[in-house]
């Protein structure tokens, strides 16, 4: 049977004949948002979006509803997109696609994982500051080039870029950690694979290799510096 042909009020009193009385109360919260986004014609029937919702009104959450105990809650929320001719895609902005982020701000805002903004806001503002010496480097009219060989015998290194020390604030740092935590890892059923790729628990990659390494490298370079 498709999601198309199935009534979501005769799916609701399916899932709760075998649900608990606690998700039972939760599945008749998350019908009833989904009954107000229809009648305030909005049609973001996304898991973000109703998840949210479901927070304020004391529901599941949104990574409850992603997680793997939340497939009666996802059922339900897809059925009723489908009854809408519509699907748990969040839908573009009104004018979304003509919009072209323009300052750094706007870039950021676009970003919904915590740790991900820390890590391209710190990125942000290490190109803004090598953006900033570039201009006053084109800003001298006579540059002299000192072209005597190094000398071998020193030691004393040299630092060709600046270290990125001091471009995370406290909270940016606690959620870098908490992203790539134990913890956080256990409760979401996320795998860390040996190239870094992180995978949720039906196999489906969050989050490209190099991931792991590239935040435990930030964290180590701040944590250098302080």
């Given amino acids: ?27 008749d919260l998350i019908y009833n948002l989904l009954e107000l986004q229809t009648q305030n014609k909005k049609m973001d029937f996304s898991i973000a979006t109703i998840g949210r919702l479901s927070v304020k009104s004391g529901g599941p959450s949104p990574q409850a509803i992603r ?6 809650y996802r059922t339900l929320i897809e059925a009723w997109a489908a009854s809408q001719g519509t699907t748990t895609k969040k839908p573009p902005s009104i ?17 919904e994982d915590p740790a991900l903004k ?3 806001g710190a990125i942000i503002r290490e190109r803004n500051q090598f953006r900033n010496e570039l ?25 060709l870029l600046p270290a990125i020390t001091g471009l995370l604030t406290l909270s940016e740092r606690v959620a870098l950690e908490d992203s790539i935590s134990e913890k956080t890892f256990a409760e979401r059923c996320w795998v860390c694979m040996p190239n870094g790729r992180v995978k949720d628990e039906n196999g489906r990659h969050l989050y490209k290799p190099g991931y792991i ?14």
Avoid: C, F, W, Y
């Avoid at 997680?67 to 009666?72: E, L, V």
């Avoid at 072209?147 to 040299?158: A, G, H, N, Y």
């Avoid at 390494?213 to 302080?226: D, F, K, V």
């Fill in 1 to 27: 049977m498709q999601m198309t042909e199935i009534d979501p009020k005769k799916l609701l009193v399916e899932l709760k004949d075998k649900a608990t009385s606690r998700k039972s109360k939760s599945l």
């Fill in 67 to 72: 997680n793997k105990g939340g497939d009666n």
């Fill in 95 to 111: 004018g979304a696609r003509n919009i072209t982020p323009k300052r750094d701000e706007d870039i950021l805002m676009l970003i």
């Fill in 118 to 120: 820390a890590v391209i």
């Fill in 135 to 159: 201009r006053v480097l084109k800003s001298h009219t006579s540059i002299t080039v000192d072209r005597r060989p190094i000398r071998r015998e020193s030691k004393q290194p040299i630092e």
């Fill in 213 to 226: 390494s590239a935040i435990e490298n930030i964290l180590r370079e701040t944590q250098n510096g302080e």
